[in-house]
């Protein structure tokens, strides 16, 4: 089967850099995905890493480790706004043509 | 915006009623996905549809019933369900079901759904 593992809860102040981590337990890993949701709203797409490695999009960055089955999300020059659910998903040839997510970690940003 | 509209936001049914979720993206993608979000719980893929056909069933209790009459259109037809039904039901679209690359999903903004 598959899993992945990240943090229920993490709170950082403004201006702040937080890093969420990932791990994950799949048969045929293909990549690993980000979301961020709101409250309230839809979830929707940060970031996507297939090969091992940074990839930077503006104040997000996501780190990728196949062989240590690991990812990351950075977030730096944290706004009160980035406050949100942040959702790591596998996609996996053993579990179909779908995305498998995690739990979601909830970022809280203080002033 | 993301380009998924879903009817309604919130609906509130008892176990013997018969409703139906819709969902329409504008976005000329060929993949629709249904996903179920209760709390606590991480995003529960329930239904994939490629070009009008079903592609996965995730193990769905038979009270929910999927339908996609075209690739813009996907509803989930509801009947008989129960208390722990009550979740977020969330609509997704995506460009295929290729594995390869992003393929990032667009998510409509979900159907809040309490079931007394």
């Known amino acids: 089967g598959q899993s992945l593992e990240q943090p229920s809860e993490v709170t950082a102040v403004e201006g702040a850099i937080v890093q969420i981590n990932c791990t994950y337990q799949?048969?045929?890993?293909?990549?690993l995905s980000w979301y961020q949701q709101h409250d309230g709203g839809a979830p929707t797409f940060l970031s996507y890493?297939?090969?091992?490695g940074l990839e930077e999009t503006g104040r997000f960055s996501s780190f990728l480790s196949r062989s240590d089955s690991y990812g990351y999300l950075l977030l730096q020059e944290l706004q009160m706004k980035d406050s949100a659910s942040y959702f790591c998903?596998?996609?996996?040839?053993?579990?179909?043509?779908?995305?498998?997510f995690g739990k979601g970690t909830t970022l809280s940003v203080s002033s | 915006e993301t380009g998924v509209t879903q009817t309604p936001r919130h609906l509130v049914m008892g176990m013997t009623n018969k409703k139906s979720l819709k969902c329409e993206q504008h976005?000329?993608?060929?993949?629709m996905y249904w996903y179920k979000q209760s709390a606590k719980k991480p995003l529960e893929l329930m239904f994939v549809?490629?070009?009008?056909?079903?592609?996965e069933n995730n193990s769905v209790p038979s009270r929910f019933s999927p339908e996609c009459p075209n690739s813009s259109h996907l509803f989930l037809h509801l009947h008989t369900l129960q208390p722990e039904d009550s979740a977020l039901y969330l609509c997704?679209?995506?460009?295929?079901?290729?594995?390869?690359?992003?393929?990032?999903?667009?998510f409509g903004p979900g159907t809040r759904l309490t079931v007394l």
């Open positions: 998903a596998v996609r996996d040839n053993q579990a179909g043509t779908a995305l498998i």
């Open positions: 549809y490629s070009l009008e056909e079903r592609v």
């Open positions: 976005l000329g993608h060929n993949a």
């Open positions: 799949t048969s045929g890993f293909y990549g």
């Open positions: 997704a679209s995506s460009q295929d079901v290729s594995l390869a690359g992003a393929n990032e999903q667009f």
């Open positions: 890493n297939a090969l091992d």
